[in-house]
Every structure is written in structure tokens, then in C-alpha cells.
């Protein structure tokens, strides 16, 4: 079986569970007679939600060294940028430059709708309620005021195995999952920059350790379906058939944000600094678009994109190469802007208010996060996760997101290519081939 065909069954089943998990849940809160009330509650706080929780904390397991590593090697590949002078310039700016946006889109779109307050109240205190404790925790710690310069000051850790070790603990008063992505950035760097012989086994290192998170976020995965299953049992249960349309708008959303990126900001960007007509150009690229579309893999779609941009697109090879393969990993506008989205949507559920500073902390770990997240399907899970630990929301809500994220992975990845090819042609643009 192709791995593809895999990571399809594989979502078929999550979906599956959610699916069966929400009927039933539905079934049972709104069938079962008053009398049943406390046995169901018993049933769903002793048994259900632990079970359910059991693929999760397997995740929470190894989200640090993923992070750590996923950093670091995402880095590392935007960092031999150096060597290439002007193209590394170029798409480095207008990487950062397109993942700000995506993200501004997200944070602008999340508080401008509010999907996660169109929960009736009744029905969040409830949901509150059932995860009492780490929500409230964190608007406390909202509420602890610091200077600006001390919270700038803190993404530089001091001792960044402290930062990791307490990365989700609330009462901790440092930077946190960003410092620990900042130190991430830092020995990326320092990596491209020291002599490449004596920091082999380092490198190794640091590889070696993301192969293994993802086999063991693999692990996961396969317990998801009975996962998802539950939590959606204890979700529906509780909340009844209002968290549908709550959902529906938060995909509404996320669609709206991926269409702005693809439809305004991406041909701006091609006419006003790759000169080229946008039309043109994403019909010649339709053919990279709709690999992604359909593979929700950046990396599987490399090959595609690689052939569309030389032949119909005509950027030369080696820009291609160079942008493109970095890109399938380092830049993904896409799920940086899904990321923001759901992190935000899952706070506002939650009641949890984010202050403007702690919004533009969360917009940074996921621009940060994008150049982490794998360009395999669902990639962009275990680091949504570790935002949401790193801001207390509680991360189980996930699973609810999980059943429908295939679909949108699907869209995202679609952002995510797009987005490196017209990085290739802003480069292409005004860089003559001699110079690259
Ligand atoms: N599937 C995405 C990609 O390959 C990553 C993600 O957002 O999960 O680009």
C-alpha cells in the first residue's frame, strides 16, 4: 500500500470514530432520561475522556523534542541560504514576509468573527467546567502583568532546558514554547555557520531525534480513531448539537483566511514583485496545486513542483531547486495561518481571553511553527498541540478538530505550494542566472 493510500485510510477511520463517537454522544445526552445524568457523567470523567486522552498524551510526549528538532533542522536548510547570497536573501524575506501575512490574516479573521463565541454561554461554562482548572489557570496568569521589555526579554532563555522542562507548566514566568523555539532558531543557525566536519554527529543528532518523535506521534495516530471516538462521546454529550455550528464556522474560517492568502495576497504579491499576471500563473501551476490538494503533502508533492516550475513556469532550475525543496519544509503559509486559527478559535471556546501581547506570542510560535511543521499529512498536529499546552488551553479539543482535519490539511497544503512557487518566481525576478 502506497503511504499515501495509508495516511488515507487512516483519516477515513479517525473520522470514522469522531463521526460514530458524536452520534452516539449526541444520542445519549439528548435520549437518555434525566436520571441517567450522574451515571453518564461518572462514565464520561472516569472512563471515556481518560481513554480518549491516551493518544494525546502519547502526542505531549514528545512535542518538545519534535520542536526542538523540527527547528532546528528547518533552520538549518533556510540557513545554507547564506551560501547562496542573493537568492537566499531574497526567499528568506519573502518567506517571513508571506508567513506574517498569512498569520495577520488569522489573528485579523479569528477576532473579527469570533467562531469560538458563537458557543452559546450555557454551553461553555459546561465545557469549562468539565476542564476546570488549566483554562482558568491561564487567564490568571493572563492577568499577571509584566513589562514589555521583561516579556521580550524572556524568549531569550536564560536556560533553555529549564524553559523546556516548564514549557507548559502556567505558574512558569519565562518565555516558555517560544523560548524553547528560540533557542531551537539559534543553534539552527549556528549549525549552518560552524564547520559542517565537526558538527556531523550533532546534526545526526538532531535528525535522528525527529525521526523518532514522528514514528512515535505514529503510534499515536493509530490509537486516534478510538481517540477522537471518545472525546467526541464526552463532547457531544455535553454540548449537543450547538457545537456543530460552532465548527462550521471555524472551518468557514480557516477557508476564508486560505482564500485571502491565495486569492489576494498571492497575486499582489506576483504582480508587484515577481511581474508577473496571476491568472497565467496559477493556471500553469494548477497542476502542483491540485497534487498537494489531493496528497495534503508538501514533500510528496516536491517532484511536481519541481517540473511545473521549470517547464510551465520557466524559473530557472537551480532557483527552483534551491526554493522549492527548502520551501516543502520551511515555508507553509498555509498551516502557519491554520495553526493561528485554531489556536485562537480553541482559546475562545475555552474563555480564554488572549491579551494583544499574548495573540502576537501565539502568531510568532506559529510562524515559527511553520517552518517546524513536516510536509507530511497532518503534519502541523503535535505543534498546534504545544501552543495550545503553551497558553493552557486544553489541548483535548483537538480531537475534534482532528476528525475534520484531513479536509482541511488538504486545503492548507494546497496554500502551502502555491506559496513556494510564487516565492520561486518573486526570486527568479530580478535575480539574472548568472548571478544565482
Ligand atoms: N500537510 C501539510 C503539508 O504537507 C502540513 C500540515 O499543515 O499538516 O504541507
Not at 151 to 168: D, G, H, Q
Not at 224 to 230: F, I, R
Not at 244 to 255: A, D, K, N
Not at 356 to 367: D, E, G, K, N, T
Request: glycine content about 10%; hydrophobic content about 55%; proline content about 5%.
Amino acid at each position: 500500500m502506497s503511504k499515501s493510500a495509508g495516511a488515507n485510510s487512516q483519516a477515513a477511520r479517525i473520522l470514522f470514530g469522531l463521526g460514530l463517537g458524536l452520534a452516539l454522544g449526541l444520542l445519549a445526552g439528548s435520549f437518555l432520561p434525566e436520571a441517567t445524568q450522574p451515571a453518564l457523567n461518572w462514565w464520561i470523567d472516569q472512563v471515556i475522556q481518560p481513554a480518549g486522552r491516551l493518544f494525546l498524551r502519547i502526542i505531549f510526549m514528545v512535542v518538545i523534542p519534535l520542536i526542538l528538532s523540527a527547528i532546528v533542522i528547518g533552520t538549518m536548510e533556510m540557513g545554507d541560504v547564506r551560501t547562496l547570497g542573493r537568492v537566499g536573501s531574497r526567499a528568506l524575506f519573502a518567506t517571513v514576509a508571506l508567513s506574517a501575512t498569512s498569520v495577520a490574516i488569522a489573528l485579523g479573521l479569528v477576532n473579527l468573527i469570533q467562531p469560538g463565541h458563537s458557543l452559546p454561554e450555557a454551553s461553555r461554562a459546561s465545557l469549562v467546567a468539565t476542564y476546570a482548572g488549566a483554562s482558568q489557570k491561564s487567564i490568571e496568569r493572563g492577568s499577571q502583568s509584566q513589562t514589555i521589555a521583561t516579556t521580550l526579554l524572556n524568549f531569550i532563555p536564560e536556560n533553555p532546558l529549564a524553559e523546556a522542562v516548564n514549557a507548559f507548566n502556567p505558574e512558569n514566568k519565562g518565555g516558555g514554547l517560544l523560548a524553547v523555539m528560540v533557542f531551537s532558531l539559534f543553534v539552527g543557525v549556528a549549525l549552518t555557520i560552524a564547520p559542517r566536519e565537526r558538527t556531523v554527529i550533532l546534526r545526526g543528532f538532531f535528525e535522528g531525534m525527529f525521526e523518532v518523535s514522528m514514528v512515535i506521534i505514529g503510534f499515536a495516530l493509530r490509537l486516534a480513531p478510538l481517540g477522537v471516538a471518545c472525546l467526541g462521546f464526552a463532547v457531544a454529550a455535553r454540548l449537543g448539537l450547538d457545537l456543530f455550528r460552532t465548527l462550521g464556522i471555524y472551518v468557514g474560517v480557516v477557508l476564508l483566511g486560505l482564500a485571502i492568502q491565495q486569492f489576494v495576497v498571492y497575486p499582489l504579491a506576483l504582480r508587484f514583485f515577481a511581474g508577473r499576471g496571476p491568472l497565467r500563473f496559477f493556471s500553469d501551476a494548477k497542476e502542483a496545486i491540485i497534487t498537494a490538494f489531493s496528497t495534503s503533502s508538501s514533500n510528496a508533492t516536491l517532484p511536481v513542483a519541481l517540473r511545473v516550475a521549470e517547464k510551465n513556469l520557466a524559473i530557472p532550475p537551480r532557483i527552483a531547486r534551491f526554493v522549492l525543496t527548502v520551501g516543502a519544509s520551511a515555508n507553509q503559509n498555509g498551516t502557519a495561518l491554520y495553526e493561528g486559527v485554531t489556536v485562537l478559535f480553541l482559546a475562545q471556546v475555552f474563555g480564554v481571553d488572549l491579551s494583544f501581547s499574548q495573540q502576537i506570542v501565539v502568531a510568532l510560535m506559529c510562524v515559527m511553527a511553520g517552518i517546524g511543521t513536516a510536509g507530511v499529512p497532518g503534519g502541523s498536529l503535535p505543534l498546534v498541540v504545544g501552543v495550545l499546552l503553551s497558553i493552557n488551553v486544553p489541548p483535548d479539543a483537538i480531537a475534534i478538530i482532528l476528525g475534520i482535519d484531513r479536509f482541511l490539511d488538504m486545503c492548507r497544503t494546497a496554500l502551502n505550494v502555491s506559496g513556494d512557487l510564487v516565492i520561486a518566481a518573486i526570486v527568479a525576478n530580478g535575480t539574472p542566472e548568472a548571478e544565482v
